[in-house]
């Protein structure tokens, strides 16, 4: 991933960020930092790049034309993401910084003084970004906060082998405490479970003592967890038909726009910020209308589950793009794997996953998932969430796991189909989710008769429901 950072301080960029971790990322190539001298492209023959406002007022604004050409230097006309730094943007948060981890490049824009004449900003500027109710003197401190959030995400950057942007740290739940050597310091023992080797029993007492410290510590998180947890607990009453929102409400991803859940009804409606999905369940029409009415502007993608929502849906511009099955793996046991050698792909691996596997991208035009393009794959394999399948040391197929959560993407070579290779791909996939405490489910073409008899094979249940996928569009 590279990171641009347009700045009048480019030392304070590189001295802050070439050490430590983020300094061996760099070395190792894993990331990428261009630090940008604004003063570079000032026009003014004394290097002046600010001015006195228009209209009166304390201190010197940026001017437009410096940083616009700095800008154009880095893109050469490409679309390319760019944050301004500012105390007037959105909270930065650890969402964010997973949403912003899924780009190849970035832009982050430090300002100076009273601030950036406005016209430039409304010309590049993708992102506003805050990283606290704060005034820092410029944007650089809180660019390279945003940079270290950021880099430690992309795989390779922290050194052990899992992503760290598929671990579900976003439910709302603060660590639990941690102990070293010695087992005994200043006469405060470890606590015995930890040392008990049990890690069933561990991953509780660790739970428990998360719960604790966010109840005491941050009483606001922790309303939010319990509310979560609430939601969750309610809809296992009808958990084959409903995981597609536990799995989003546990991961911490879907957000509750509108619920009765909690007093015992069915209506939901989840938003997933990063995917733009959106997941509804509904009673009934009068339901389904009013959560059809709030669904955000931001939503590209629907999940119904009741036929009715198709047509309340439809009159608000989504219209149907494919029908699934739903099945979900309950067991805890991970499932044996016959074809072994299954590895995370790499950015390598891009052109063959797209070629197979998004329409018109390659020679097979294969059906294509709800909002799987090229940009999707890109971004999936950032993520450390695309496996592929090696038969006799050559890439024989892939499959991997949605941002939402679902496991599918799954493709297997014409000549490798027979030998058990996609079960193989599958099992593996699963066997990752259940490491991560997840609950392996996923959404199959309702034609696709191969998939639902390897779901069958694998011991995955099927929901009752059909599950419609609906895309917003943007013809009239
Ligand atoms: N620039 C100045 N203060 C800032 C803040 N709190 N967050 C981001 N950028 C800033």
Redesign the pocket.
Known sequence: MKFHVLTLFPEMITRGLTSGIMGRALEKGLIQLNAVNIRDYTQERHGKVDDYPYGGGAGMLMQAQPIYEAYEAVTGGKAVRTVY???Q?ERFTQQKAAELAEEEELILLC?HYEGIDERVLEEIVTDY????D???T??EL?GMVMIDAIARLVPGVLGNEDSSQEESFFNDLLEYPQYSRPEVWRGKAVPEVLLSGDHRQIRAWRLERSKERTALRRPDLYGKYQARQLAVKQLASDKRNNIHMMESLSRGRGEILYTNIWAGGENMALYDHDSGICMLTAEDPKEGELMAGILPEGGELAVISQPFLEEILGKRGYRPILRCRQALYTQRNPLPVRHKDIRRLSMDSLEYVCGHYCPDQGPEKADCEPGVDREYIRQRITAGAMYGIFLEGKLAGFGGIHREGSFGMLYVEEDSRRIGAGASLEAYIINRMLEKGWTPYCHIFEDNQASLRLQEKLGLYFASKTFLWMKKSTCK
């Open positions: 730094l500012t105390p943007g300002g970004i805050s990283i606290g704060y005034v820092l410029g944007g809180a």
